[in-house]
């Protein structure tokens, strides 16, 4: 079923607390823990308990699941004291998509150039 977990998914095993994980802030339907290799002073991945394989799906899907990612996006940053930030959704290898679950990537304090490489 859609959103089911997938056995072979690296974020579906850190939901399930079978990956271990720093976690910074966890809902009813998402999760949010530090990247394991920031590219930012704060780089928190914001991802929804439910399995889909990027954000676009996930709107698509579940769109009220999508609006928590977003709302919780906007509290890790909160709570890192990022007064400027961005949210980034790798869609795709071309774009630099390497887990296939919905994540978005939360980054701020330091500057962060525009347009994006
Ligand atoms: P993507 O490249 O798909 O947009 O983002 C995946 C992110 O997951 C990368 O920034 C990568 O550093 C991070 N990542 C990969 N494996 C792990 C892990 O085991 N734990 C954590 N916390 N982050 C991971
Ligand atoms: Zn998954």
Same mark, same amino acid.
């Given at each position: 079923?859609?959103?089911?977990? !997938?056995?072979?998914?690296?974020?579906?095993?850190?939901? &399930?607390?079978?990956?271990?994980?720093?976690?910074?802030?966890?809902?009813?339907?998402?999760?949010?823990?530090?990247? %394991?290799?920031? !590219?930012?002073?704060?780089? %928190?991945?914001? %991802?929804?308990?439910?399995?889909?394989?990027? +954000? +676009?799906?996930?709107?698509?899907?579940?769109?009220?699941?999508? &609006?928590?990612?977003?709302?919780?996006?906007?509290?890790?940053?909160?709570?890192?004291? &990022?007064?400027?930030?961005? %949210?980034?959704?790798?869609?795709?290898?071309?774009?630099?998509?390497?887990?296939?679950? &919905?994540?978005?990537?939360?980054?701020?304090?330091?500057?962060?150039?525009?347009?994006?490489?």
């Amino acid at each position: 079923m859609a959103g089911e977990p !997938q056995a072979d998914c690296l974020f579906c095993k850190i939901v &399930a607390g079978d990956v271990p994980a720093t976690v910074v802030r966890e809902t009813e339907t998402t999760v949010a823990f530090r990247d %394991i290799n920031p !590219q930012a002073p704060t780089h %928190i991945l914001v %991802i929804p308990k439910v399995h889909y394989p990027d +954000a +676009a799906g996930l709107a698509a899907a579940e769109p009220a699941v999508a &609006a928590d990612v977003l709302r919780e996006a906007g509290e890790v940053a909160a709570e890192e004291k &990022a007064e400027s930030y961005r %949210i980034v959704f790798n869609t795709g290898t071309g774009a630099g998509q390497t887990v296939f679950h &919905a994540h978005a990537h939360v980054l701020g304090g330091r500057g962060l150039q525009w347009p994006p490489g």
